[in-house]
């Protein structure tokens, strides 16, 4: 494994800071004990390393690139009120100077109530989900580029359909160190891998796209094993050719079977967004005033955990320094928790979950999913599929979106196939679902037994920050979904 | 302040560029921005949030030969940066050749820099405690203009300042500096178990061009209260009309398919398309970045390829793709700039009153939602709501329900364009009426 130095001689290496300047920052901020008395809570993020990625294009390398970051944010919060300010070139002069315009915030102070400290229920400490041997970003080029030439290959042999081929591998690695004013410190080693793969299949005219991908908090060499990138490969390849025949989809209000695994974004938008912490705590989100009661059918259990080894959402702590956690956000179809950071989880007088993320550290935290799913269940996929009459099912999706406060979630199908009878029958191009997500979930009526969660490609946006988060379910049926096709 | 900070940036950009020859790349190019930013948000008559921070970096682009690498960084140090050239070109050194890569040929680059007024230096002037001010009068008139409206999402003012140089082996050098910033609010409005929230956000280059607080407020308000009671409609086929900024979302789709990334990989709907027939005959598209003081404007592109009005459609014919120099290589021909700047349709002669009055039953789209497009086929499927029309009149709120078409079509079927353009943001429209959609509801 590679060795996680201390905080402190990471601090001096990083970002040639000694504790005592970094302590200074903080008094700074917190307008020390006498700041601390008053409930002001400060921490400090610092963030260092390397994103790296290359594509290959039409046959040839396109792009080599990479960024390095180093950068520290300063939060500031005392009761519901958060004062923010970063820069990307950290030295004890610019600390200071973020320290005094986050500081600004407590001049507003209102009604105080203290941040939320602990751990959350069940978790004794941070955890170690991904401990690696060799930084991914130090790889040397000349395999990564050998990678993606033997899956645009692969993906060119699949069918002579196949125009064009473009597959991308990005590479990740951040020191993260966290300070807070409750005297805590934290350091953590995020490695991060991705593979994507995209294709073009042209038959007469008609043009169909197809793609695949997957990683996660792990070392290169697992993406660069040839099961998995072969099965990236023909998974893009065959979606691209099953479409050049695929029917317009349909429009209306039908029966749906969601297949396992990617499909699980229906959670994530259907229920994970409405759950977390700070839409609840202002009591904007659709599922604000429903705790404890039934917001799904009772097959449906759904679970939040940044626990998960190796997986791209998971976390050993959070971005405020809580250790992530398994929270139950629905049991048997009644809703039991929400997901938490420091701020919301003190003001609503609620334990912490390990919720608390940021893209980076030109960011103050918010409450964020981790891999979020629904739990398996008892039907075999092949008993739910033989069920329905007529109606649709959908193994590939795209993203989603949903409206927080009046619970509409809309997520989209890149290709589907129409069940009649019982059977599989056609191929039908992709269309947008739509659905209310307190409303939605009761009308789940089968639930099967090969829950998964996706490949590893997962981003959800909130508040214009992007972060990495896994989804998964099993395969579903859902009765009286309206489905958005063209005819 | 603007001139003093440029003249540094401009000194690292040449360092730069001088460094990276010396050091062995063929050609190299570099963009440095930096920028100063303050977010004020305030919820329920109270300061919530204060961020404010100076933000920089640069990105540089070394070739040697047919190989090239890109490296972005914060760190702006002599040394770093010396060190980061040599890591850019040893990465380069390590990748591949790609036929088609390097700089845009001399010849194409931008010759002058013209001043387009971007900036307005009234906003660095304006005290933290005014800021709070109008985000507060903001939420303010929202939260007062019904009772209806409960609880607050919050509001907030935000402005930026920024400046950016962009420098180049062959020469060129290019730096401007803008400014922008916006009031926001974001209100529910609340019915029996119901809950609807309404955003509105004006924006702009200049302090004195912002809507005032209030209006702001009462906009976030009013779009909050007219969906209450929304309900879902049948699925049926029926003209839809886009709002202006629904409207503009769509275009900035579309013309997104005559990227030239999408042309050489023929991976667009609209790709061999120059000189046919891809909208309505009465559809005009311009681009025209060179606008004075709009926030779409730039006097360069991010290649330094000068910036210039062109029509992107007329009478309903596609005139050019969007080529910038690799996309121009592959295709065989010059570029033309791969971005836009105050994308718009040209305005027809109605008002927004007057379309919706030609519809007997129909859409009025006001938000949309999912991704749902797929520039390939050109396929069209999206979460929608809005008002339903009924004779010629806004009847009632409509949420739940999907559009669906293919975009040729759409563009094909626009039956009006409004007299309503505003330039709000770097894509805009007037509302638009498109014949028939598929809406799928109940």
Not at chain 1, 140 to 156: P, S
Not at chain 1, 261 to 288: C, K, Q, Y
Request: proline share 3%; hydrophobic share 40%.
């Amino acid at each position: 494994m590679i060795k996680v130095e201390s905080a402190e001689t990471q601090l001096q290496k990083l970002f040639q800071l000694t504790s005592s300047q970094v302590q200074r920052v903080i008094d700074t901020a917190t307008g020390g004990e006498q700041g601390k008395s008053k409930g002001v809570f400060c921490d400090l993020y610092f963030q260092a390393g390397t994103a790296q990625g290359l594509t290959f294009d039409q046959g040839v390398l396109k792009n080599t690139s990479s960024s390095t970051t180093c950068g520290a944010g300063v939060r500031v919060v005392v009761g519901d009120k958060t004062g923010y300010s970063h820069t990307g070139h950290v030295n004890i002069t610019n600390l200071l100077q973020c320290a005094k315009v986050a500081r600004a915030i407590t001049d507003h102070a209102g009604a105080s109530a203290n941040v939320a400290v602990g751990l959350p229920e069940g978790v004794s400490g941070p955890h170690d989900l991904y401990g690696i041997l060799n930084c991914p970003v130090d790889i040397a080029l000349q395999e990564k580029i050998d990678l993606l030439r033997n899956i645009d290959k692969e993906v060119r042999l699949y069918d002579p359909r196949i125009q064009n081929v473009t597959v991308s591998v990005a590479c990740e690695s951040y020191t993260i160190i966290i300070v807070n004013s409750l005297d805590q410190i934290f350091v953590d080693l995020r490695p991060l891998v991705r593979i994507s793969v995209s294709c073009l299949a042209e038959d007469g005219g008609r043009k169909e796209t197809g793609s695949s991908g997957g990683g996660g908090r792990f070392e290169f060499s697992v993406l660069a094993e040839e099961d998995k990138w072969k099965e990236h490969a023909h998974i893009a390849a065959k979606m691209a050719i099953d479409l050049l025949s695929a029917a317009p989809a349909p429009a209306g209000v039908m029966d749906v079977v969601l297949g396992s695994g990617w499909p699980g974004v229906l959670i994530h938008e259907a229920v994970g967004h409405g759950l977390e912490g700070d839409f609840n705590r202002m009591g904007t989100s659709a599922f604000s005033s429903l705790m404890g009661e039934a917001v799904a059918s009772p097959l449906v259990t759904v679970i939040d955990d940044g626990t998960m080894e190796d997986r791209r959402g998971s976390l050993n702590f959070d971005d405020e320094g809580t250790p992530t956690s398994r929270t139950v956000l629905i049991e048997n179809g009644k809703l039991k928790g929400y997901l938490q950071d420091k701020k919301n989880a003190g003001l609503m007088k609620t334990a912490l979950t390990g919720n608390g993320r940021r893209q980076d550290y030109r960011y103050a935290p918010i409450p964020r999913m981790t891999n979020t799913y629904m739990d398996g269940g008892q039907s075999t996929p092949e008993e739910i599929i033989a069920s329905v009459k007529y109606g649709l099912y959908a193994a590939n999706f795209g993203g989603g979106q949903v409206d927080i406060t009046n619970g509409n979630f809309t997520f989209s199908a890149i290709g589907a196939y129409l069940i009649e009878d019982g059977k599989i029958t056609k191929t039908v191009k992709g269309a947008t679902l739509i659905g209310n997500g307190p409303k939605a979930l009761h009308n789940v009526t089968m639930v099967g037994n090969d829950v998964s969660l996706d490949r590893g490609v997962g981003t959800c946006g909130k508040a214009g920050q992007g972060v990495p988060v896994g989804v998964g379910m099993p395969t579903i049926r859902i009765n009286g979904v309206t489905v958005g096709g063209a005819k | 302040m603007a001139a003093s900070k440029d003249s540094n940036l401009i000194a690292i950009a040449e360092f730069i560029i001088k460094e990276g020859r010396r050091l062995g790349a063929t050609e190299c190019d570099v963009k440095i921005a930096s920028s100063d930013a303050v977010d004020t948000g305030v919820r329920l008559g109270e300061v919530e949030t204060l961020e404010g921070a100076q933000s920089r970096g640069l990105h540089f682009e070394a070739y040697v030969g047919k190989k090239s690498a890109s490296t972005s960084t914060s760190d702006f140090r002599r040394a770093a940066l010396t060190d980061l050239i040599r890591t850019t070109i040893a990465m380069a050194n390590a990748s591949e050749e790609d036929p088609f890569s390097g700089l845009p040929e001399a010849q194409y680059l931008a010759t002058e820099i013209p001043d387009l007024m971007l900036t307005d230096g009234a906003i660095a002037k304006i005290a933290t405690e005014d800021k709070i001010q109008m985000a507060l009068a903001a939420e303010a008139a929202a939260r007062g203009y019904d009772n209806k409206i409960t609880n607050s999402r919050g509001a907030s003012f935000t402005d930026w300042s920024g400046n950016t140089v962009f420098a180049n082996s062959h020469g060129f050098v290019g730096s401007y500096s803008s400014t922008h910033c916006s009031i926001s609010a974001a209100v529910v409005a609340s019915q029996d178990n119901e809950m609807q929230v309404g955003g509105w956000s004006s924006g702009a280059l200049s302090f004195n061009k912002l809507e005032s607080p209030e209006q702001v407020g009462i906009t976030a308000a009013k779009r909050a209260l007219r969906m209450l009671g929304a309900r879902k409609v049948k699925s049926q086929m029926v003209p839809v009309v886009f709002d202006p900024l629904m409207a503009a979302t769509l275009l900035a789709q579309f013309v997104g398919a005559t990227a030239g990334s999408h042309v050489y990989r023929n991976s667009s709907f609209l790709a061999g398309k120059v000189d046919q027939v891809v909208a309505n005959p009465a559809v005009k598209i311009i681009d025209d970045p060179l606008m004075m003081a709009a926030l779409g404007s730039r006097p360069y592109d991010g290649e330094g390829l000068p910036s210039r009005r062109r029509i992107i459609v007329q009478n309903g014919v596609l005139q050019c793709y969007l080529l910038g120099s690799y996309s121009a290589r592959k295709l065989n021909t010059i570029p033309n700039g791969g971005s836009t700047g105050n994308l718009h349709f040209e305005p027809g002669l109605l008002s927004a009153e007057e379309i919706i009055a030609t519809v007997e039953n129909g859409l009025y789209l006001t938000s949309v939602s999912g991704p749902g497009f797929n520039v390939v086929t050109g396929d069209y499927s999206r979460g929608a709501s809005g008002l339903w029309i009924e004779n010629g009149e806004l009847a009632y709120p409509v949420e739940g329900i999907t559009i669906a078409g293919n975009m040729l079509d759409m563009f094909n079927n626009i039956e009006q364009i409004g007299n309503d353009l505003i330039f709000r943001s770097s894509t805009v429209s007037p509302t638009l009426k498109i014949g028939a959609m598929m809406v799928a509801g109940e």
